[in-house]
């Protein structure tokens, strides 16, 4: 009786009008005041922020946290790359016309009614699995009430006390070049919820909502407040992108909005047990930003302790604004009772089977941890894992090149230089060039067989990227084939010799560093065919003996 009277009144008096199909609702200025979240953070600036912290630099960080830790939580969302919504039949897809993907459930409109997308439950059995959850066999929808211009319905359909997933955690590495090592950070909680619209602030009376990305389903995942610092934060995050991507359940794209981090920081003096008042922090687009608005933070809130003021450091949200590098106050945050969570009325609860798991569980692909374990297992560095894990198209061509019989290292080395740069000067994935993985074992095994030299292997790299074809039509049709005869060598080396006696003369004199002038001119003349060794093995002795 009591839920019943509650979503009557709870009904947001909001006109959009009649007509389901408007483009751009316009929200009148008299509901300004509720529009723009990044607009009353300005208004609340703090007035006196100690000059010492705006001063602070990286180097000073590093000094000023003896004494202090930093406790880092992390709550990101993922949003599904469902075909539909969490709970109608709406399309959704990033970048098309504002209001074009609603309907009447996703706009919240009376006598809707839900229904949930099985896929929505497919995907969060998935991530929980990858993250090494316990799965819950039964769990259920609540409605977490707020009002926003952008929640048509006026509550959000969320996971309250029952997720569908809990108690996990997430393994990862650490970059080389922030000194390495293995990390394991808890996962508190997996669960499934509906994303909310989007105001749009463009014109300067009113804001406009677009309605599309209500109702796209996310998973929210949770984690236990186990990193430190700012680096081992960024690479959470990046570790449960890779993980969402490699399961292809999320494009996982930060600047679309697919993937979200709010950050939860405090400081405590080492030894105390008690977590200090946490400060969130929204609004990075960037697992760099991450990093860097979390060390940036943790000054701010060491500094304030040194210098007494620890008072002045408020549970609140706080925004990294990239221009300045630095965060700023947003709002304060409402406590949990204020979302006056109940059971979604309707909606049924989620029964799964152990025989629905286990099927999930047998079609899950191999994660980037059991993929970084095994490179490692190959004898590779850690640079060269982290580099191949990182991105599951790169694995997969790395995988298969390995399968028709290339060397590891070798492959290894070809994919991270010059197809990676390749790759970065074409702003091209690994799928999308015309190289295939058989023809880079082909390459690998003509180099390693002597039949063409490493020049002309990168030459041919080159036009396969670019181009396609095969190894063995290109060394055929371009007479590529390496000169390994050594009186044909021979043969270059007395012309290159006789053409240049004044080098010749400088070499003998003790310029010896002319060696390479003269291999140089060598394998010019052999239009870069000659082997290598067999080029400097003969040069060397003629330039000291006749
Ligand atoms: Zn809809």
Redesign the pocket.
């Known amino acids: 009786m009591a839920l019943t009277l509650l979503r009557g009144g709870m009904r947001t008096p909001i006109s959009f009008g009649s007509n389901t199909s408007l483009f751009f609702t316009v929200l009148r200025p008299r509901l300004a005041r509720f529009t723009a979240r990044a607009e009353s953070a300005q208004a609340t600036e703090p007035k006196a922020v100690p000059k010492s912290i705006q001063l602070a630099t990286k180097e000073a960080a590093e000094q000023k946290t003896q004494g202090f830790e930093a406790v880092i939580g992390i709550e990101t969302h993922v949003q599904l790359s469902t075909v539909t919504?969490a709970f109608?039949s709406?399309p959704y897809s990033y970048g098309s016309q504002p209001n074009s993907t609603?309907?009447p459930?996703?706009m919240g409109h009376p006598g809707t009614l839900p229904v949930l997308n099985e896929k929505v439950v497919e995907c969060a059995v998935k991530l929980g699995l990858a993250l090494n959850c316990e799965i819950a066999m039964t769990s259920k929808f609540d409605r977490k009430q707020y009002f926003y211009p952008d929640l048509p319905k006026g509550y959000q359909i969320s996971q309250f006390d029952i997720p569908i997933a809990k108690k996990g955690y997430v393994d990862l590495d650490l970059p080389v070049e922030f000194g390495g090592g293995h990390r394991k950070f808890g996962i508190t909680r997996v669960h499934m919820e509906e994303d909310a619209g989007k105001l749009l602030h463009e014109s300067g009376s009113y804001s406009q909502v677009d309605l599309n990305r209500a109702?796209v389903p996310l998973l929210e995942i949770v984690s236990e407040p186990d990193m430190r610092t700012g680096i081992e934060a960024a690479e959470y995050g990046a570790e449960l992108q890779r993980i969402v991507r490699y399961l292809g359940v999320s494009n996982g794209n930060m600047q679309e909005g697919s993937l979200r981090c709010d950050v939860n920081v405090s400081v405590r003096p080492v030894g105390q047990s008690e977590f200090g008042t946490k400060v969130e922090i929204k609004n990075m687009n960037s697992f760099s930003e991450i990093n860097r608005a979390i060390d940036h933070e943790i000054t701010r809130q060491i500094l304030l302790h040194k210098e007494g003021q620890a008072d002045q450091i408020v549970q609140e949200t706080r925004l990294w604004d990239e221009s300045s590098q630095k965060t700023f106050t947003m709002r304060k945050k409402e406590g949990l009772a204020d979302y006056r969570y109940f059971p979604e009325p309707d909606l049924p609860e989620v029964v799964l089977t152990t025989d629905y798991i286990d099927e999930i569980s047998k079609s899950m692909p191999e994660l980037p941890e059991a993929k970084r374990r095994r490179y490692e297992n190959m004898g590779l560095s850690m640079q060269d894992v982290l580099f191949l894990a990182n991105d599951d198209n790169v694995a997969h061509f790395f995988d298969s090149t390995l399968e028709h019989g290339a060397d590891a290292k070798m492959a290894a080395n070809w994919i991270m230089s010059d197809i990676a740069a390749y790759l970065k000067n074409e702003k091209l994935s690994i799928d999308e060039t015309k190289l295939t993985p058989l023809e880079l074992s082909e390459l690998i095994a003509s180099i390693k067989n002597g039949t063409i030299s490493g020049k002309i292997g990168k030459e041919i790299l080159t036009e396969l990227l670019a181009k396609g074809g095969t190894v063995k039509g290109m060394i055929e049709e371009k007479d590529l084939v390496q000169i390994t005869d050594p009186s044909a060598i021979e043969a270059m080396v007395d012309k290159v010799i006789a053409d240049n006696p004044k080098q010749l003369e400088q070499y003998r004199a003790g310029k010896t560093k002319l060696q390479g002038f003269f291999a140089g001119q060598v394998m010019k003349a052999s239009k870069g065919k000659a082997n290598p060794v067999l080029l400097n093995k003969i040069l060397g002795e003629k330039l000291n003996g006749n």
């Open positions: 919504k109608c709406c609603i309907c459930t996703c109702g």
